[in-house]
């Protein structure tokens, strides 16, 4: 299940590159995504989604805070608090957004979330190179599809964001490489802890 904002120039560059590279190839995968984007990127819209028990993975795009997720026009979809546990309960969550990892991600893991992806700070991106900031986070969600565990999906997307960032720095673009290399080094999963979930949590 997607819930995607795309209505600022932040969020519309992100979900334009997962309409083109993320969603394409879940597919092809076998996985059927069931979209609530742009407008219906709210709670009322997801909440409903996400419970139901065919739902193994939760992914999204959004403006975040340490303990809250959101979707369109900053409306919230996740907060601590402030969902049921069977929105979350058996599955592996993956939010494009600020600071989430936080307090919001290891609540979900408190709540029955078998792994959580996001990051602990803002997760920042240069708009020119804005492709390569999102190839980086979307290897989340492309990993999972290929059926790796939650540990190996960890080591492929740190892997893809060195590889981008040894070739900016090769380049000359060393202040990009630079904000690449912070979002690198704030992803946090379960191999980051196991506040974050479960290792070996791979998509059945």
Same mark, same amino acid.
């Given at each position: ?5 795309? /209505? ?6 992100? /979900?334009?590159?997962?309409? #083109?590279? *993320?969603?394409?190839?879940?597919? #092809?995968? =076998? ?11 709210? #709670? ?13 993975? *939760? ?7 340490? +303990?809250?997720? @959101? ?9 601590? =608090?402030?969902?049921?546990? +069977?929105?979350?309960? $058996? ?17 979900? *893991? ?6 959580? /992806? =996001? ?29 790796? @565990? ?8 740190? $892997?893809?964001?060195? #590889? ?11 202040? *990009? ?19 974050? =979930? ?7």
């Amino acid at each position: 299940m997607a819930a995607d904002s795309n /209505f600022e120039a932040w969020t519309k560059a992100a /979900f334009d590159y997962r309409q #083109r590279h *993320v969603y394409p190839y879940l597919e #092809r995968k =076998g996985f059927t995504a069931v979209r609530c984007q742009g407008p219906l990127a709210r #709670r009322y819209y997801v909440a409903p989604e996400a419970r139901q028990l065919n739902v193994v993975y *939760v992914t999204g795009v959004g403006h975040g805070s340490d +303990d809250t997720f @959101t979707g369109d026009q900053y409306s919230v979809i996740f907060r601590v =608090g402030d969902y049921s546990p +069977d929105e979350c309960e $058996r599955k592996i969550v993956h939010f494009l957004s600020c600071q989430t990892a936080r307090v919001l991600g290891r609540n979900l *893991v408190a709540h029955g979330c078998r792994a959580f /992806f =996001g990051y602990d700070v803002d997760f920042t991106f240069s708009m020119a190179e804005s492709d390569i900031f999102f190839e980086c986070d979307s290897e989340i969600d492309r990993a999972f599809a290929d059926g790796l @565990t939650a540990a190996q999906v960890y080591d492929r997307v740190i $892997r893809c964001y060195s #590889r981008r960032i040894a070739e900016l720095r090769a380049a000359g673009h060393l202040y *990009v490489a630079a904000i690449l290399e912070m979002d690198r080094d704030h992803l946090r999963a379960p191999s980051s802890g196991p506040q974050w =979930g479960d290792r070996q949590a791979r998509l059945a």
